[in-house]
């Protein structure tokens, strides 16, 4: 017993000791001349004037000790100008590095709303790596399909998660009312799962000037029931008045890019329609997102009194 207890304290004070010397020789034996690293999201930031800008995505790491960041500098999102921030990291040791964001406070030439169908996918995750380098939020119009964790990080980063029915099939959707609005419910319940909001945008597969519908509603004219039936339910459905041409026609990054920029909607509002499915379409992504930058747009995520870009219904 005895013995037990004097061999815990020796290892117990041998560990104390070697904390100490851990810390004097990180201290003072070897000097730290190395600075923390920092790295910057987004060196550009576009912001309408009027609006609010939320400070974040920037990061510090020293391989020696905790890492300190102070801020400089003010944004006045109500006065039109460049306002640039100073991120300053600093470690215990005293090294610090610098990096420096540029606010721009413009009156901005439209604005933006990227949209994505059909996920998540395989190339969701990618895609939102790339929308957290910008800070730019999205729209995500997503199925029964995918992983849960993707919708989760999707809502979790701060985008608008949409419904865009659980199938996506249209031979069963478009049959009738009641099956539509039982596989839109699905998706909703998915949806409320993870992220626990009840979630009323929406898009129509196909978006609601479809004719592929025609096809399976034996004449009936679903659309137009459709577009009422899900007003009178407390949803809002979105479609689109720029299209990136992935669903046919763009067949790479190239097009899919030079589709977007040349519809954009100069003084109003751009809803772009992509989708995460396609992995040329979500690696035009960054392209599309600095060209509007540099452009002088702005990015925001759909909600329920955003413009719609409403097709108009043809069956
Ligand atoms: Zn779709």
Known sequence: MAVTVITALCCGLFFVAGIIMDNFFAFYSVPDETPPTITINNETVNIAVGGKYEDGGVEAYDDRTEVAITTEGTVDTNTIGEYVLKYIATD?????????????VIQPRGI??????????????????VLK????????????????????????????????????????????VDAFLSDLYSVQNR????????????????GSSNTISALYDGGTRIMSRLVDEVTARGFTYFDWNVSSGDAGGAVNSDEVFAR????????????????????FS??????????????????????????????????
């Open 260 to 279: 977007t920029v040349t519809q954009l909607k100069d003084g109003g509002a751009s809803i772009v329609l992509q989708h995460d499915i396609k992995d």
């Open 133 to 176: 380098k910008y800070n730019v939020k999205a729209t995500f119009f997503v199925t029964g399909h995918g992983s849960d964790d993707l919708i989760v990080r999707e809502y979790n980063e701060g985008h608008t998660v949409a419904l865009h029915t659980f199938s996506h099939n249209y031979a069963a959707i478009y049959q009738s």
């Open 282 to 315: 979500v690696a035009a992504v960054e392209r599309i997102i600095q060209h509007c930058l540099a452009n002088g747009y702005v990015f925001d995520k759909l909600d329920a009194n955003s413009f719609a870009a409403h097709h108009g219904v043809n069956n």
């Open 92 to 104: 215990e040791h005293g090294n610090s590095s610098e990096a420096t964001r540029t606010v721009k």
């Open 191 to 206: 949806v409320k799962n993870l992220t626990g909001q009840t979630v009323t945008l929406m898009r129509f597969p196909g």
């Open 112 to 129: 933006i709303y990227l949209t994505f169908d059909d996920g998540p996918g395989e190339y969701t995750a990618t895609l939102l790596d």
